[in-house]
């Protein structure tokens, strides 16, 4: 999985010391850590990294000659932040991950290290890992009495919440935060608390982040709260503000059997579980298309650890432009990320690897999770599926609702195969914050 909109470990904000954070509308948190990127002379190579506008040619060049340095000079940290730094900019984070993996052995005291290595390890999806740096980063602060909740517990709430579904603690983080004042990270508060059915208290959160920014997520947000206290005009007013995509999607969501259920403020981790519980009794195929860094596929492995769990990806991106994002984006440069034993990856364009698996795996689909973004890789996926669809099969999108192009992407293909195939359905969630929908298969 990938930085998306409003799925904590898939939302980009920017920290920074006196505002605690820095975000944009429709993108929060996951890279809480850094508040800028670092320039690190390498001593090794007597050059630095490219600056800020810098092109990818550039960053590739870069790129290589870091690496032949940290190659070169195994004991110089300097050489091994700087490959990181490019790395992570060219997102080849597999390269990040362990050249700060090893900056960090080199300098064990370097806080900012930690910090670029739990951005990553966040970003990857490497729960435990992550989990474990920012706690050694939170246990050497020495924070004033009654002083703000530090950028590294503000990361670490936003890692529980989305990877671990831990809502309360999350929340007690994000309130104490609210507590000085108007900031970003109440809308987190907001989210958080309406996930858990308090809608009153969350009004409170969406008001001190509207003061801080009066942005396009807490208006959407605040629509919803006005909707629910039957106050149309002020619901009304905030959906002036909305841009059509975002309309187009609460009106879909509230049109449905799951209108304003909890779970249209869940994060991810709360979709997938809501998905995985609702899995079929009887045994079938485990599978996910569109796998990249493995943070899904982990979670669903762990739910079926005495069952394969099979993982669809060319780990070379996607194979053509998705509206404004480029062919090749969310690659992984080949590289398979770290999973349990009970996966299987199967490594290919989706309509080519499909006919092969099918024939060597018998029995229908309990289970599946659709991570294509594209209509054509999910039009593929869902016409070599379909004959092993029956009812009780789960189905997650991933970006079902809330992009800009959303009616003509995974919602689009999954509606032309309903009527393509005759089959009935049923939501168990949509969700407006990370995107995803849960679809049971009734006939």
């Known amino acids: ?27 929060r948190c996951v890279n809480v850590l850094t508040a800028a990127p670092r320039k690190i002379c390498c001593v090794a190579i007597d050059e630095e990294v490219p600056g800020p506008f810098a092109g990818k040619a550039e960053l590739d060049d870069a790129l290589h000659r870091l690496q032949a340095a940290a190659q070169d000079n195994p004991s110089d940290p300097s050489a091994h932040l700087n490959l990181g730094t490019v790395a992570r900019r060219l997102q080849q984070l597999p390269v990040a991950a362990a050249s700060l993996r090893r900056a960090v052995e080199l300098l064990p005291d370097d806080d900012d290290a930690k910090r670029d290595l739990g951005d990553v390890l966040v970003s990857m999806g490497y729960v435990d890992d992550a989990e474990a740096v920012l706690r050694d980063l939170i246990s050497r602060e020495r924070p004033a009495a009654n002083s703000r909740p530090s950028r590294t517990k503000i990361a670490l709430a936003n890692l529980l919440l989305d990877a671990r579904g831990q809502r309360a603690e999350a929340l007690a983080v994000f309130r104490d935060v609210s507590t000085f004042g108007p ?7 907001g989210v958080t608390a309406d996930s858990m059915g308090d809608h009153a208290a969350a009004v409170g959160y969406y008001e001190n982040s509207w003061s801080f920014d009066p942005d396009e997520d807490t208006a959407l947000h605040l629509m919803l709260c006005h909707l629910r206290a039957g106050d149309k005009p002020s619901a009304a007013a905030m959906r002036a503000r909305l841009p059509s995509h975002v309309v187009s999607s609460a009106e879909y969501v509230l049109s449905t059997a799951v209108a304003m259920q909890p779970s249209m403020h869940y994060f991810t981790h709360g979709m997938l579980q809501l998905a995985l519980k609702g899995a079929p009794p009887w045994e079938g195929l485990v599978l996910e298309f569109g796998v990249y860094h493995g943070k899904s596929i982990r979670m669903i492995a762990a739910h079926f650890p005495n069952d394969a769990v099979h993982g669809f990806d060319t780990f070379s991106g996607i194979p053509e432009d998705w509206h404004f994002t480029r062919s090749g984006t969310y690659s992984t440069h080949g590289t398979l990320p770290a999973a349990p034993d009970n996966v299987e990856f199967h490594v290919g364009l ?38 092993r669809i029956q009812p009780g099969t789960i189905i997650v999108f991933d970006e079902y609702v809330m992009n800009p192009h959303w009616q003509e992407d995974e919602h689009k293909a999954f509606q032309e195969a309903v009527v393509e195939h005759g089959w009935r359905y ?11 929908a849960v679809v049971q298969i009734v006939e």
Request: charged share 10%; aromatic share 10%.
């Open 350 to 387: 989706f309509a080519e690897t499909l006919p092969s698996f099918f024939d060597a795996h018998p029995g229908p689909i309990s289970f599946m999770n659709i991570d294509c973004d594209l209509y054509s890789s999910t039009k593929d996926v869902l016409d070599a599926t379909a004959h």
């Open 183 to 189: 900031t970003p990270i109440a809308f987190l508060a």
């Open 1 to 27: 999985m990938r930085t998306v909109p409003l799925s904590v470990l898939r939302f980009s904000i920017a920290a920074s010391v006196s505002t605690a954070l820095i975000t944009t509308p429709s993108q």
């Open 426 to 436: 049923r939501y168990l969630a949509i969700s407006l914050v990370s995107q995803q």
